[in-house]
C-alpha cells in the first residue's frame, strides 16, 4: 500500500500550488484522509481532513479561507489546493489515510489516527 504526494514546490507569498497524492494498494474510499505538514524542527500538524464522503472537512485555523481539501473515490486520491500561500506554510506536506475508522463521519485531526503515509513533499514559499 503506498500514498504518494505530488504537486509540491517553490512560490512566492501570495502564489498558489495544487498537492495531490494518489494512493495505490487498497481503496480508502471508506476511510478519512487528511493532509499533515512538518516544518523544521516543528512538530508534524494537521492541516487539512476530509471524512470519506467528502462532505465533512476541517481545517487549521492558520490556514481556512485559504486552502481547500477535496477527494475522488473513484479515483483513490485526495487534494489540496493552497492559495494565498505565505512564507510560514514553508513545510514538508504529507498526506495520511487512516484505514480503521470506515464511514466515520468526524474528521481525525491528529497523527496517531492515522496508519499510512506518504513520502512527503517540500512545499516552499519565500517573501
Known amino acids: 500500500v503506498q500514498l504518494v504526494e505530488s504537486g509540491g514546490g517553490s512560490v512566492q507569498s501570495g502564489g498558489s500550488l495544487r498537492l495531490s497524492c494518489a494512493a495505490s494498494g487498497r481503496t480508502f474510499s471508506s476511510n478519512p484522509m487528511a493532509w499533515f505538514r512538518q516544518a523544521p524542527g516543528k512538530e508534524r500538524d494537521f492541516v487539512a481532513g476530509?471524512?470519506?464522503?467528502?462532505?465533512?472537512?476541517s481545517y487549521a485555523d492558520s490556514v481556512k479561507g485559504r486552502f481547500t481539501i477535496s477527494r475522488d473515490n473513484a479515483k483513490n486520491t485526495v487534494s489540496l489546493e493552497m492559495n494565498s500561500l505565505k512564507p510560514e506554510d514553508t513545510a514538508v506536506y504529507y498526506c495520511?489515510?487512516?484505514?480503521?475508522?470506515?464511514?466515520?463521519?468526524?474528521?481525525?485531526?491528529?497523527?496517531?489516527?492515522?496508519?499510512?503515509w506518504g513520502q512527503g513533499t517540500q512545499v516552499t514559499v519565500s517573501s
Open positions: 476530509i471524512t470519506w464522503t467528502g462532505g465533512q472537512t
Open positions: 495520511a489515510a487512516n484505514s480503521v475508522s470506515r464511514f466515520r463521519m468526524v474528521v481525525s485531526t491528529t497523527p496517531h489516527e492515522y496508519d499510512y
